[in-house]
């Protein structure tokens, strides 16, 4: 008698409800129309333009990046390109430029005025303070335009202008200083410095194993720099000697050159496998349950899937377009004899050298040469904006980072007296650090993009180059995909790197 | 948690103020925050030094006679609107209005301002002046000028100082009187000073650059009456409040805020020329089928016991609103559809008692009329003529866009959040893969391919202008930052949250409209208000592609002049000026409303 209603709630529990209300299909079918719906609308859209562009005889191809353009560039590494993938080439290399140098000053300006609004100085604090309400609540652009408009106005090129007369330089072209460069000696250096680096590491390790011992201060860190110095003061003598090494690369060229066309997909093939395989056995060791059952949900099996397919693209993708692989095989071959070519110096080259600014006149207006290292007007205007501007937000980031370091610590560290640096070096910094560095990662991606404002005072940055070239060969799609790959790219790799600093700050946890 | 609640009954728990540090006498306090140790005195000097060069320097630049000042002065109707037309000024100022009396009905309305202590009103006048008068001596005046401003500078800083002497301890002032005398004195200067009148500089005799009184003469009446009627709205609401109740007050104006952007600008601004024959045979019969129609199916589907019926219905109304694209119709009725389908959709969610249901009737009811007398308002022609593209421009523009793109990404940027935070893949991945592919490219791009090639992408019958099409695109741009911040606000919702909406059976809708976004959109308030800062500043973009903002005028129009040619300087730091009081508003009001809704502090 009390079986029944015990059985007919089993049977209610576990028969499948019907398929219109089976939560599980009605989520699929859900996901499958709105992707559908979205495939659709995109479709329609595309077809749009397509037509769209036939009809005003315009072809969205990439032909134009072989093509010779007339272009002229106000700066960068040629300017004058000849062809519209040179041209963007240019751009690119000048947008990296700017954002890294623009990147390093910001930093540095940045940790200066998040450390001056935490000053015991009214007045240094009112400063920072007035400093970061202004540049903030002004568009970075209007910032960068104020700039250029003072720069142009600034006196014309002479050698009497400028605040150091003959090193330094301020005009209406720019702001011209001495240049230091590498000379033809450098690499050998550089062969020196890399061994007194991997002196420098085991000269750490027993410096730091003795402090762990003893305890005594052994200032590991210092040890290790003043090493690597002394490498680099010595390799200024010694470096001739290390001419043979160029021999080891020039091995490495014939080795890519002797290589099949195999070997560089199989390589790749294996490794799209071996990833995919990783991350699949990985997740599902993840997944299991203490008592060794898998409990996976349909977005798990997606993910297993979706991983599974992407590898297999990619395999099908390096076996079919061999283009790649040869692309790889020659580029390492360059590369290996453009690093050989760096070491045939004959007798003792200087590794760096300097020069001073020179001005040259071509025609009827003296410019600067290329002798000195140049900043022109468009260039310093888009990077003190960008400073200014990104400093202002980093030293916000820095404040709120040691703020949120808590009283106690500090309290602790006094308390099993420590000195004010080493508190600062070993308590403070560390937590603070881990505060500052995910939004300060994202003011470096800010930053980045925010270079491409630089079309406003006509520096040739990629988005003032691919402007030029659309507005030249009329293909708009093609120049803005690469913008867009270009940028994505960029944003990628300084996540990449933050996201690395950011594990090992928390690796640094208990 | 509960343990916690039944002890602090709900008001007696009182926040401590954080105990006040000492006051210390002017010179020890001058040692110990300035001379404290030789570092801090090398700082001291150092600092001081800046500050004199560079006040030094901004002063001599502001009050060179080379600066053409009379250029801003003189433009300040183009830096505000561009070239709307002379005659029909009236209506910017009908806008200005709306906007006064709003303001003033939503302080009264939500009981704003706090109070100020006199005294603390009396030493920040005793700063001011004592700023007025270092700039003073400071800046390249001629003696006379230097007298009058050192007298102007030590009156205020008397006054401040009287102030702060011999009011009580306790006597305090609304911040509000304070607003409305600052402004007064704002206004009443436009009275007595004639701006746009550069004296006082270099020469002994005052030399006029701008015509005398171009600021003043125009706009003085007008900027009094607006004063007045936002006094006016403003004891208005405070009598209005004492009699309705204020729920129902509060939900009023902010439909009247929400609705106020479009009827300024499509009514008001642009001046629709109204084709009634077509309206009344085509537009309102549409609206009354539609909305008795909608009407009625509503009611219906709100029923409990609707069941799986409705849900079929709901989902019929959406297969005609997709299928409404295969064949040739009106527009106004395809969206009509759609929007249907998504109320019929979302009725279980707000299914009810009689009162319930009824209400949502009746919001079917204003949605589609607001959508149609929007779509017919968009496609009238303007009677507005005015040289370029878009009938306005400036300030104007740059607020309008920035409000449009916010109010469009708002609903755009929470659904993107919820995709993203949602446990099916296919949802998840699309919404991932937009924000963070929107997130990587720099605004100009996106603005750029919006302006050239949006108009590719549509079908040849349909127009859309470039103003439009850059919102479009803005939006999109600002939606995918948007969500990143509710979705941080979403993470901050508790697990127990969910865990109890489920528990008491609510729909997975109910739990995200009623449960979860209202606790996530809170916390993500500060974040959310910067995000707002941020477009307005970004709309400066606009000028690089060629749109008339307050910075293409003040970089390219105004320069161009032949009466000011060159004058970029004077005229980009009016522009800073104008987006720094703006934004420093913004900031400062988003610091307040997070102290009054009580973040950081539960």
């Known amino acids: ?510 | 948690m509960s343990d916690f609640n039944v002890t602090g009954a709900e008001g007696t728990v009182s926040i401590k103020p954080p105990p006040e540090t000492p006051k210390l006498p002017p010179r020890l306090w001058i040692k110990e925050n300035l001379f404290s140790s030789p570092f801090n005195i090398f700082l001291t000097v150092a600092s001081t030094g800046i500050l004199l060069i560079l006040g030094r320097g901004l002063l001599s630049f502001i009050f060179s006679h080379e600066r053409q000042w009379g250029s801003t002065a003189t433009n300040l109707r183009l830096l505000m609107t561009q070239a709307y037309p002379e005659e029909q000024y009236m209506r910017v100022w009908v806008c200005v209005g709306v906007i006064f009396t709003l303001t003033g009905l939503s302080m009264a309305v939500w009981n704003a301002g706090s109070r100020v202590a006199l005294r603390r009103l009396g030493s920040f006048l005793l700063s001011t002046g004592v700023v007025i008068d270092i700039l003073t001596l400071l800046a390249p005046f001629s003696s006379s000028a230097t007298i009058i401003w050192l007298c102007v500078g030590t009156g205020i800083s008397l006054f401040g100082g009287s102030l702060v002497k011999f009011s009580d301890e306790d006597k305090t002032m609304s911040v509000l009187t304070v607003t409305v005398i600052a402004l007064a004195v704002a206004i009443l200067s436009l009275w007595v000073v004639p701006y746009g009148h550069h004296s006082f500089v270099f020469e002994r005799t005052p030399r006029s650059l701008a015509e005398a009184g171009t600021v003043a003469l125009t706009t003085k009446l007008p900027w009094t009456i607006m004063l007045l009627i936002g006094i006016a709205a403003y004891f208005a609401g405070k009598a209005i409040r004492e009699k309705v109740s204020q729920n129902v007050l509060r939900v009023s104006v902010l439909t009247i805020w929400f609705l106020a952007p479009p009827a300024l600008l499509y009514l008001v601004l642009r001046d629709p020329d109204f084709d009634m024959g077509h309206v009344l045979n085509t537009d309102i019969p549409i609206f009354l089928v539609f909305a008795a129609v909608g009407a009625g199916l509503l009611f219906w589907l709100t029923r409990p016991t609707a069941g799986e019926l409705g849900k079929v219905i709901a989902a019929i109304t959406l297969l005609i609103g997709f299928g409404s694209f295969l064949t040739p119709m009106r527009m106004i009725i395809r969206i009509l559809i759609l929007l249907l389908a998504i109320f019929a959709i979302s009725a279980p969610t707000f299914a009810g008692d009689t009162q319930t249901r009824r209400r949502y009737s009746l919001g079917w009811i204003g949605v589609s009329g607001v959508t149609c007398w929007l779509v017919t308002a968009i496609n009238t022609p303007s009677t507005v003529e005015v040289p370029g593209s878009f009938f306005i421009g400036g300030v104007s523009l740059t607020l309008l866009i920035a409000i449009f793109t916010i109010v469009i990404s708002f609903p755009l940027g929470i659904l993107l959040a919820l995709g993203r935070t949602s446990t099916m893949p296919i949802f998840r991945i699309l919404c991932t893969w937009f924000i963070e592919f929107v997130r990587g490219i720099p605004l100009i791009t996106i603005l750029i391919f919006f302006s050239i090639m949006f108009p590719m992408f549509l079908p040849k019958e349909m127009e859309i202008g470039e103003v439009a099409s850059i919102v479009i695109g803005y939006s999109l741009f600002s939606s995918a930052y948007l969500a990143e911040n509710v979705r941080g606000g979403l993470q901050s919702v508790t697990r127990g949250q969910h865990e109890a909406a489920d528990a008491v059976g609510m729909t997975t809708p109910q739990k995200t409209l009623f449960i979860v976004l209202p606790q996530a959109l809170r916390v993500s308030i500060p974040p959310l208000v910067s995000h707002c800062i941020g477009v307005f500043k970004e709309t400066s973009l606009l000028a690089i592609i060629g749109l008339f903002d307050i910075l293409y005028i003040a970089r390219n129009v105004i320069p161009n002049q032949t009466e000011f040619l060159g004058s970029v300087r004077e005229n980009l730091l009016f522009v800073c000026l104008i987006y720094w009081i703006l934004s420093y508003q913004m900031s400062k009001a988003s610091q307040r409303l997070e102290r009054r809704v009580g973040l950081g502090e539960r």
């Open chain 1, 1 to 510: 008698m009390s079986d029944t209603p015990t059985s007919t709630s089993e049977k209610v529990l576990s028969a499948r409800p019907p398929l219109w209300r089976d939560i599980v299909i009605i989520k699929w079918v859900t996901q499958v129309f709105l992707l559908v719906v979205v495939l659709t609308a995109l479709w329609f859209l595309t077809s749009q333009a397509g037509d769209n562009l036939k009809a005003r005889s315009i072809s969205a191809d990439f032909n134009f990046i072989e093509r010779p353009v007339d272009i002229q560039l106000s700066e960068g590494i040629d300017t004058h390109p000849d062809s519209g993938g040179r041209a963007l080439w240019v751009g690119m290399v000048n947008t990296i430029r700017i954002s890294l140098i623009g990147i390093i000053f910001a930093t540095i300006l940045g940790v200066i005025v998040g450390l001056a609004r935490l000053s015991n100085n009214w007045l240094v604090r009112r400063l920072a303070t007035i400093w970061v309400e202004t540049l903030r609540n002004i568009p970075l652009l209007v910032q960068i335009i104020f700039f250029f408009s003072i720069l142009t106005v600034l006196p014309r090129v002479s050698l009497e202008t400028g605040p150091i007369n003959g090193w330094f330089h301020i005009s209406n072209k720019g702001i011209s200083m001495p240049r230091v460069f590498l000379a033809d000696g450098f690499y050998q250096w550089l062969v020196v410095v890399l061994i007194g680096a991997a002196v420098s590491y085991f000269v750490y390790k027993k410096r730091k194993r003795i402090h762990d011992e003893t305890g005594a201060d052994t200032s590991p860190v210092l040890w290790a720099l003043g090493v690597v110095a002394l490498f680099g003061i010595l390799g200024i003598f010694i470096h001739p000697i290390f001419s043979w090494v160029g021999s080891i690369f020039g091995a490495l060229a014939s080795l890519f050159d002797s290589l099949p066309i195999l070997a560089p997909q199989l390589l790749l093939c294996a490794l799209s496998v071996g990833l995919a395989s990783t991350w699949i056995i990985r997740f599902i060791r993840k997944n299991r349950s203490a008592r060794g059952h898998l409990s996976l949900v349909d977005d798990d099996w997606f993910r297993i899937i979706f991983t599974a397919a992407v590898s297999v693209a990619f395999i099908v993708l390096f076996v079919r377009w061999t283009g790649f692989s040869s692309w790889i095989l020659n580029s390492g071959r360059d590369l290996f004899e453009v690093i050989e070519s760096k070491f045939n110096v004959d007798g003792a080259a200087r590794p760096f050298d300097a020069m001073r600014p020179d001005i040259v006149q071509p025609g009827k207006f003296p410019n600067y040469g290329s002798s000195g290292l140049t900043m022109s007007i468009s260039f310093a205007a888009v990077f003190f904006g960008v400073v200014f501007y990104t400093s202002a937000f980093i030293g916000e980031n820095v404040r709120g980072g040691i703020l949120a370091v808590p009283k106690g610590q500090i309290e602790a560290a006094n308390a099993v007296g420590l000195k004010r640096s080493h508190a600062l070096r070993h308590i403070i910094l560390p937590q603070a650090f881990r505060v500052i560095l995910p939004p300060t990662g994202n003011q470096y991606l800010n930053l980045t993009k925010n270079t491409s404002l630089a079309i406003a005072v006509g520096y040739s940055d990629i988005v003032q180059v691919g402007t030029t070239v659309f507005n030249q060969t009329g293909k708009t799609l093609p120049v803005v995909g690469i913008w867009m790959l270009f940028y994505l790219s960029c944003s990628l790799t300084i996540s990449v790197i933050v996201n690395w600093f950011n594990v090992r700050m928390q690796l640094v946890e208990r």
